[in-house]
């Protein structure tokens, strides 16, 4: 016990002695790096070069059609993923920003995270803000979270952009009259 | 004691003929004080390794809230062009390169941009790091796509631009890192620079003291410390920088505690996260995942070995090894940590060579945080302020997103000063005071701030005028007086209204005489014609048939949350209102009557990023969509008729528009709001004095208004009729009697079935009813 007090003590004394400079004091080079070598970690290093293989960028652009064919495909990092959970999309018709969006809505709300379906019809509608359905979806998501007057409300709105879809208005009248 | 001395006698055998020493007889009491010392340097180690536990495993930094701005959303027609793309990129501190190997870079190509986002954990999911290319078409996206896995991509958000931050009162700032996201040669760095033995030592390294104290002795003053990582972390965390015998020894058991209960990696994130590294202001630049974005504006993991190696010479003397205003000092002091690494064997002379020839890179100057945007960050504030005391807001570490677009608000910015400076000269008042504005600019249907400016010059951070300074609207509430009538059935846009002086007697004897700006009179006129080109006689006339109550009730349907006033001056606007209080009424309007309140802050999350309270779109129908249709009609034709008309030819690309314009008695305040599909903006001009401006609604506020609206590229309404409106035709001059129509010259006016203008103006051929039988069958013969 009196060893371990005494070897405390003495450490501190001379660590006393030894000062650190500390923050902000100017310090000239040091000169203390001869002593032990660590292995190097093997751990890779950011400037170890990419995983990735590049594209190489051919001249003239290419045409639209043919894009992919200069894009060699890249390796990518686990989490790098599509930007969304879409669902696949038939060929024909491309997936849009607000089907995308449509999915990840029927995606949270089966997930029971209907705040975040709000949300992603929120971010939808700044897209594409006169598309009834879109109003109508967070109309109904409102609803079953039981905010009815905010529901109301996106009903209201989106029958005010439902004039030529008959079937959505009737469908709307309906929702309105079931709050 | 000196009695004994003669009873000790030489022939008792028995007897300790010795004479007991002085030491010896000391030697019990020394014995226990040494026993006592001892006690209590181990109830006091006891203490401080009780104390060291228990703080560091609590271990909270107070972490200021960060605010985001809006992040920019790339799909297929977004209205984002190419130099857009790429200021956010540079604003976001990504790099342009001749490729695009990780995130954070980007490539302009000719016709695309490629780049490689980093991916951010939004309040709504994580949001993916992601390499993609941007093709554009003119002001749009045209197309997006990854590579041949991902093909085309339907939607991408980048991360949100960091606009400002709520600082703890100590002023210290951080980005905590967890193990897992310190790259690993910053670790190499941090060690073989700081302290090569610290994976080996026990807290204080007896190997190192005796190395640098051999030194120090040598160098006859201190050129070399001794100190382990763990107690400098020690000296960070709990002791001031007073260095006594008794604050060495403290630290010095207080890392063998450290040491002891805590393992290595636990105590050398600490340490990368404690570590003082910069100072900005007021404002401490603590841990390395800060610095990386304080010195280099990019995140630590995208930071080169060189750059890492920069950042791991700093905690030797942060201000002295400064990058940005000693770049030879931090220059060498780089080369001396990579020289000792490679000495150390964690790099190659390779490495070395090359890590050691590169610029330092960092940039000009750190982004400011909490200074950019401080008119928006006093709204943000004040929204905020319903849910978070300043104490959560300063310790917490909240991300508060917010609504800010930072390209209506840097827009907002650079012209506002120039533009005020404009109309200011033209107003020739004579006066040396300054021309002071305030603008707020929406999104029509959520109801978003998208910029805010409290003063006219960029930046300006004292009386914010767009919350605070409360003025008369003037002709600003006419659109109040005209809906209510319209929705109220008894009018349409052919009403006949008179413009002719008039004399109201009001409570208490007094009477009110109002005038017409321009001191004219325009007799009998259209209801529209009146709102276009802003009547105030025949207003009244309006409001006093409709009632001043009616038209202070639709003020408040319209967002207004005050009191109003219920005196006949109301109809012409008297009644104080801030700019964002006007942006509130107007942002209604022009949501086709749908009132939504306007926001700033979209979603509070905790620093891991999970959601805390999110601040949705609400809305709420306040007004008959026809009645609004008629309305708009009136206020798109204030630009093509009435009062906007000469800002028609700057504003020709976005028309039509909708707006109105303000002016006070004296021409004391100059104001203007008006909306497209896609923005609201309300613009207001005057003196903090009250003083004359000498500048109308259309000579001052709506010059700035529009000069700001065509550079946003504010979008053309396309307010499609509800069913029940019908177009017919009036006489272009308004009359009173039948016999004075004159059906030459006709207009042609939206009405609502059932509303529609007197025989006194109609000009339709009125058919009877068998005729359009007739018409019906002819019809279907066909």
């Not at chain 1, 879109?134 to 409300?153: D, I, K, M, T």
């Not at chain 2, 965390?237 to 006594?244: G, H, I, V």
């Not at chain 2, 930071?303 to 990058?323: D, F, K, V």
């Amino acid at each position: 016990m009196i060893e371990r007090v005494c070897l405390v003590l003495s450490l501190s004394l001379l660590s006393a002695c030894a000062t650190y400079s500390g923050r902000g004091v100017p310090a000239p080079v040091e000169d203390r790096g001869t002593g032990t070598v660590v292995t190097p970690a093997a751990s890779p290093r950011p400037d170890a070069g990419s995983s990735v293989t590049r594209a190489v960028e051919n001249t003239p652009e290419p045409v639209r059609d043919t894009r992919p064919a200069d894009e060699t495909p890249i390796v990518r990092s686990p989490s790098t993923v599509n930007p969304a959970p879409t669902e696949p999309a038939p060929p024909a018709m491309p997936a849009t920003a607000s089907s995308t969006l449509l999915a990840g809505v029927d995606a949270a709300i089966a997930e029971g995270d209907l705040e975040r379906a709000a949300a992603l019809c929120e971010r939808a509608l700044r897209i594409t803000p006169r598309d009834a359905l879109l109003w109508y979806r967070l109309a109904s998501v409102r609803a079953q979270q039981g905010r009815v007057n905010e529901a109301e409300g996106f009903a209201r709105r989106a029958l005010s952009f439902s004039a030529n879809d008959p079937a959505l208005t009737r469908q709307i009248n309906g929702f309105l009259q079931g709050l | 004691m000196q009695k004994s001395k003669p009873e000790a006698t030489p022939s008792d055998p028995h007897t300790d003929t010795r004479e007991p020493t002085p030491g010896r007889r000391w030697w019990p009491l020394l014995k226990r004080l040494v026993l006592a010392l001892m006690l209590a340097i181990a109830v006091w180690c006891i203490w401080i390794d009780h104390e060291v536990r228990r703080d560091f495993q609590a271990l909270q930094w107070a972490l200021p809230a960060r605010l985001y701005a809006r992040p920019l959303e790339l799909y297929a027609g977004a209205p984002v062009n190419r130099q857009t793309l790429i200021d956010t990129l540079q604003a976001l501190g990504y790099r342009a390169g001749q490729e695009v190997n990780g995130p954070g870079e980007y490539q302009t190509l000719p016709s695309r941009i490629r780049l490689w986002t980093r991916g951010f954990e939004f309040w709504d999911g994580h949001e993916p790091s992601l390499y993609l290319n941007v093709e554009f078409d003119g002001d749009r996206v045209r197309e997006l796509w990854g590579d041949q896995n991902t093909g085309s991509l339907a939607l991408v958000r980048l991360e949100p631009a960091e606009i400002a931050q709520i600082n703890p009162s100590t002023g210290e700032d951080r980005l905590p890192l967890r193990r897992s996201e310190v790259p690993q040669a910053l670790i190499d760095a941090v060690i073989a620079v700081e302290d090569q033995r610290f994976f080996s030592h026990f807290g204080v390294d007896p190997v190192g003291i005796g190395r640098a104290l051999v030194a120090n002795l040598r160098a006859g003053e201190i050129v070399q410390g001794g100190s382990t990582l763990t107690q400098q972390l020690i000296k960070n965390l709990y002791l001031t920088r007073e260095q006594t015998l008794r604050r060495k020894i403290e630290e010095a058991l207080m890392a063998l505690a450290l040491d002891f209960h805590f393992s290595k990696d636990e105590i050398l994130v600490a340490y990368l996260n404690e570590v003082f590294l910069g100072q900005q202001g007021n404002r401490a630049i603590h841990g390395f995942a800060l610095a990386a974005e304080y010195y280099f504006s990019r995140p630590l993991e995208e930071l080169s070995l060189g750059e890492l190696a920069t950042l791991a010479g700093l905690p030797r003397g942060a201000s002295y090894y400064n990058p940005r205003r000693y770049p030879e000092r931090a220059t060498e002091r780089r080369n001396v940590v990579l020289a000792r690494m490679r000495d150390q064997g964690y790099i190659t002379p390779e490495q070395y060579s090359q890590a050691s020839a590169e610029n330092l890179r960092v940039t000009a100057s750190a982004p400011s945080r909490g200074k950019a945007y401080p008119a928006f960050m006093a709204l943000v504030r004040q929204d905020l302020a319903r849910d978070y005391d300043s104490n959560a807001l300063q310790n917490e570490g909240l991300r508060i997103f917010t609504t800010l677009d930072l390209r209506v608000q840097e827009t907002l910015d650079a012209t506002l000063e120039d533009a005020v400076k404009r109309v200011e000269r033209a107003a020739a008042s004579g006066d040396n005071g300054h021309l002071e504005a305030a603008v707020v600019i929406s999104d029509p249907i959520t109801g978003e701030v998208l910029g805010l400016a409290g003063g006219r010059q960029r930046g300006y951070a004292g009386f914010n005028r767009a919350l605070d300074a409360r003025r008369p609207i003037g002709s600003l509430a006419k659109p109040a007086v005209y809906l209510a009538a319209l929705e109220s059935g008894n009018y349409n846009l052919a009403s006949v209204l008179s413009d002719r002086p008039v004399t109201i007697a009001l409570d208490g004897g007094q009477e009110w005489s109002p005038r017409n700006y321009d001191d004219e009179r325009h007799d009998d006129v259209y209801l529209f014609d009146a709102l276009e080109r802003s009547m105030n006689l025949a207003t009244v006339d309006l409001g006093m048939q409709l009632g001043v109550e009616r038209a202070a009730d639709m003020l408040q349907r319209l967002g207004f949350a005050r009191e109003v006033p219920h005196y006949p001056s109301l109809l012409l606007g008297a009644v104080d209102m801030a700019p964002i209080e006007v942006a509130q009424m107007y942002q209604t309007l022009a949501a086709n009557g749908f009132r939504s309140p306007l926001r700033s802050v979209e979603a509070v999350t905790t620093g891991q990023g999970e959601r805390l309270e999110r601040y949705g779109i609400e809305t709420v129908q306040v007004s008959d969509p026809g009645a609004m249709y008629l309305l708009e009609y009136a206020m798109q034709g204030v630009f093509t008729r009435g009062t906007a008309k000469t800002v028609a030819n700057r504003l020709d690309r976005n028309l039509p528009l909708a707006g109105k314009t303000g002016t006070t008695n004296d021409l004391r305040d100059s104001w203007f709001a008006g909306y497209g599909d896609n923005l609201v903006g309300v613009v207001w001009l005057g003196y903090d004095d009250n003083r004359d401006t000498g500048l109308t609604g259309a000579t001052g506020a709506l010059q700035v208004w529009s000069e700001l609206m065509a550079k946003l590229n504010i979008q053309p309404r396309l307010t499609l009729p509800p069913q029940n409106i019908v177009w017919q035709k009036v006489a272009a001059k308004a009359v009173t009697r039948a016999d004075q129509r004159q059906c030459s010259q006709t207009l042609s006016l939206p009405f609502r079935a059932g509303q529609l203008p007197t025989d006194t103006v109609s000009c339709e051929e009125s058919e009877s009813f068998f005729e359009s039988l007739l018409d019906r069958v002819r019809r279907l013969g066909r």
